[in-house]
C-alpha cells in the first residue's frame, strides 16, 4: 500500500445497510488533471450497502478551459461524468472475483480512493478536438481571424495519432 494522500476516501467497512450520499468538492490539482481544469470538481458519490457489496454511483461536475484548435481562443467545456463502481465484500461465493466493473474490499484498507477514477472520468470529457463551435451552416464561430499558421482545415496534421491511421493504407 502506498501513503498517498487520499483525495477522494471512500470508507467501505463498517456502514449500515442502506443509502448515503457524500460530496467532495476536489482541487483539480490534487488529482493530478491538467492546469486547464481551471474550478474545483464537485463529486457526489451515492453510496448503495448491502450486506455483500456496495454499489458507487459517482457523478463529477466541473469545467476545463482550453484553447480553440483554431483560433486559440480560450473555449468553455463542461465536465460532466456518472459512473459506477461496485465493491464486493468478499464475504460471498462470487467475493474473490475481481473486474475492471468489481472490486474486492480491501479489508487491510477499507478505505478506497476515487481520485483516479474521477481524473479518468473528468479526461474522457475533453474531446479530442476543441473549437469555438459551429453554426447552422457549419461556419466556423471563431471570432478571432484564424492565422494560417495555426488554422488546422488548412494545414497537414502533424499529430503522430494521424500518421498512425495514414499508414493503414485504407
Ligand atoms: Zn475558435
Not at 457524500?22 to 450497502?49: C, G, I, K, M, Y
Request: hydrophobic content about 40%; overall charge negative.
Amino acid at each position: 500500500m502506498n501513503a498517498r494522500t487520499k483525495h477522494i476516501p471512500i470508507r467501505l467497512s463498517g456502514r449500515a445497510e442502506g443509502i448515503e450520499e457524500l460530496a467532495f468538492t476536489v482541487a483539480p490539482s490534487d488529482l493530478a488533471l491538467p492546469a486547464e481544469f481551471s474550478a474545483p470538481l464537485d463529486v457526489a458519490v451515492r453510496l448503495d450497502v448491502s450486506s455483500d457489496q456496495i454499489v458507487l454511483r459517482i457523478t463529477v461536475a466541473g469545467e476545463a478551459v482550453y484553447p480553440c484548435d483554431r483560433c486559440l481562443d480560450p473555449v468553455r467545456l463542461p465536465v460532466k461524468s456518472r459512473f459506477t463502481l461496485v465493491y464486493n465484500t468478499g464475504d460471498n461465493e462470487a467475493g474473490d472475483v475481481e473486474s475492471d466493473d468489481v472490486r474486492v474490499i480491501d479489508h487491510t484498507d477499507p478505505v478506497a480512493d476515487l481520485s483516479d477514477d474521477v481524473r479518468d472520468a473528468a479526461l474522457v470529457c475533453i474531446p479530442m478536438r476543441i473549437t469555438c463551435g459551429e453554426d447552422e451552416q457549419g461556419k466556423a464561430l471563431c471570432k478571432t481571424p484564424i492565422p494560417d499558421h495555426l488554422n488546422a482545415d488548412a494545414q497537414e496534421r502533424t499529430d503522430a495519432r494521424w500518421d498512425a491511421l495514414k499508414s493503414l493504407k485504407l
